[in-house]
């Protein structure tokens, strides 16, 4: 990757999508699927989540904190997703969360907390004040 100039990552990002979607056109067409537009409101409000939400608006923020958080502090914030996400699907879905999730994710957080947020861990220290430096001497 070191060989490529430099460039911006919301513009990476969404080069990588229109690759990615054009990709999975492709291969869908191989496999003979249909295309259908979605009838029901209740999909188009999903699908529109999804795109705005769910992917715009969550790198936006991504972006956001890994220029004020370090890399691997930012990383960890990816152990959360389940969480949120068993607690979003419970709520909304009425999914079940079960005591071995619970026990899992007890275990899983303590791990990360062994092993990046306690003071011998080897994780990287948020608090410190540290900052990156700015988009454009990140990436010249």
Do not use: C
Not at 8 to 27: I, K, Q, R, S
Not at 39 to 46: L, P, Q, R, V
Not at 126 to 135: A, E, K, L, S
Request: aromatic share 12%; no cysteine.
């Amino acid at each position: 990757m070191k060989r490529f100039p430099p460039s911006p990552p919301t513009v990476t990002n969404a080069l990588a999508m229109g690759v990615g979607t054009v990709m999975l056109l492709a291969l869908s067409a191989l496999a003979g699927e249909p295309w259908r537009l979605p009838e029901s409101a209740a999909t188009w409000t999903a699908v529109l989540y999804l795109v705005f939400v769910g992917s715009v608006v969550v790198f936006f923020l991504f972006l956001f904190v890994i220029r004020r958080w370090t890399a691997s502090a930012t990383s960890y914030q990816f152990v959360l997703f389940p969480f949120v996400t068993v607690a979003v699907a419970g709520w909304l879905a009425g999914e079940t969360v079960t005591p071995t999730f619970l026990a899992g994710g007890a275990l899983v957080l303590a791990g990360v907390w062994l092993g990046a947020i306690t003071p011998g861990g080897r994780g990287a220290d948020v608090t410190r004040g540290d900052r990156p430096p700015d988009h454009d001497e990140a990436w010249s």
